[in-house]
């Protein structure tokens, strides 16, 4: 397509599409979503209370306790899945996702570190887990830079990283006492009950900025899946961008840690899930976001609604399906001959 100025856009109709579906599918289980719980609204009510009309008591409901709830979900799910799609498209495995290189674990140590050695409050701990997630990520850009940060190198790094923090994580729970301890475990199932307005705006304004960032070097990671010496030949500073787009998904893994915990699998499901469905073989970053977005929502449903007075946390039903996506994708990778 091209714009009179002169401007030619590659327009992917069936990709359009894919994310054209995926937000009405997200903005309907977030109506859905907000509509649930042990004071049912029905979805008109719901629409109408969002758009000012409801009564005092649904606007009480909607707009204080559980609007904020499903933002922080979109919002969280939206940043695993755009930050899954930077780390596969960049390491070119489909198993790079932030969930194998331990960026979640780094998150959850640095939130333990605030629980268990300092009692911090729940601003303390989101402070800690930020911190813990861009200290891992760091760390594994250091120890796989040789020449270059390349895809492989990237994996086994992040892999053995997260055997480490994990092994970390392990040992500061056996230091916890009782309460501390209790309070860790949950934090670290991931959970959006209780997520208030505090954790929608800092992680809304994160991804106005990071999201723009990323679409605007789209076209340079397209071109380093090419490879390095393919992408010099075109013009594309690789490096220069390789760390842009790995920072900018370190940042947005922290971030959605830090906002709901670690909830797993998100990251590593939605870009393959919206490969599959646009079939395209680019790294499909709008798509993915939305994936994501719709995901962790709908997870939230189902924890809520499933398992009946026993909610689980999403954390929970992400981990299960993630699960045996994972498995899946293993055997799939197994038969092609790449692993």
């Known amino acids: 397509m091209r714009t009179p100025g002169g401007l030619s856009v590659r327009l992917d109709v069936r990709a359009l599409t894919v994310v054209v579906l995926l937000l009405l599918a997200a903005l309907a289980a977030s109506v859905v979503l907000i509509g649930t719980g042990d004071f049912p609204i029905p979805a008109g009510d719901v629409l109408r209370t969002l758009f000012g009309e409801g009564d005092p008591g649904q606007e009480f409901i909607v707009t204080e306790l559980r609007l904020p709830r499903v933002l922080v979900g979109l919002l969280v799910g939206a940043s695993l899945g755009l930050g899954g799609a930077l780390f596969q498209s960049i390491s070119r495995n489909p198993l790079g996702s932030p969930d194998v290189l331990g960026l979640g674990q780094g998150a959850t140590a640095g939130?333990?570190?605030?629980?268990?050695?300092?009692?911090?409050?729940?601003?303390?701990?989101?402070?800690?887990?930020?911190?813990?997630?861009?200290?891992?990520?760091?760390?594994?850009y250091v120890l796989a830079w040789?020449?270059?940060?390349?895809?492989?190198?990237?994996?086994?790094?992040?892999?053995?990283?997260?055997?480490?923090?994990?092994?970390?994580?392990?040992?500061?729970?056996?230091?916890?006492?009782?309460?501390?301890?209790?309070?860790?475990?949950?934090?670290?199932?991931?959970?959006?009950?209780?997520?208030?307005?505090?954790?929608?705006?800092?992680?809304?304004?994160?991804?106005?900025?990071l999201v723009p960032l990323v679409l605007a070097n789209a076209r340079g990671l397209r071109m380093l899946e090419m490879g390095d010496d393919v992408s010099y030949s075109l013009g594309v500073r690789v490096e220069r961008v390789r760390l842009v787009l790995l920072v900018s998904a370190v940042l947005l893994t922290a971030a959605a840690t830090a906002a709901a915990g670690p909830v797993s699998f998100v990251a590593l499901t939605a870009p393959q899930l919206a490969r599959r469905l646009t079939r395209s073989p680019g790294p499909n970053l709008l798509p993915s976001l939305c994936m994501g977005a719709a995901l962790l929502v709908t997870a939230d449903w189902v924890s809520q609604r499933v398992f009946g007075a026993d909610q689980l946390p999403v954390g929970v039903v992400t981990g299960v399906l993630g699960g045996a996506y994972l498995l899946w994708l293993l055997v799939a990778e197994r038969r092609a001959g790449r692993i």
């Open 111 to 140: 939130a333990l570190v605030v629980i268990v050695l300092f009692s911090g409050d729940a601003g303390a701990v989101t402070l800690g887990a930020l911190v813990g997630g861009l200290g891992t990520g760091l760390a594994i």
């Open 146 to 209: 040789k020449q270059g940060v390349h895809g492989y190198r990237l994996v086994l790094v992040g892999i053995g990283v997260s055997a480490v923090v994990t092994a970390v994580n392990g040992y500061l729970l056996t230091k916890a006492d009782l309460v501390d301890a209790a309070r860790a475990v949950v934090w670290m199932t991931g959970s959006l009950s209780g997520r208030d307005w505090a954790q929608v705006w800092p992680l809304l304004a994160l991804c106005a900025v």
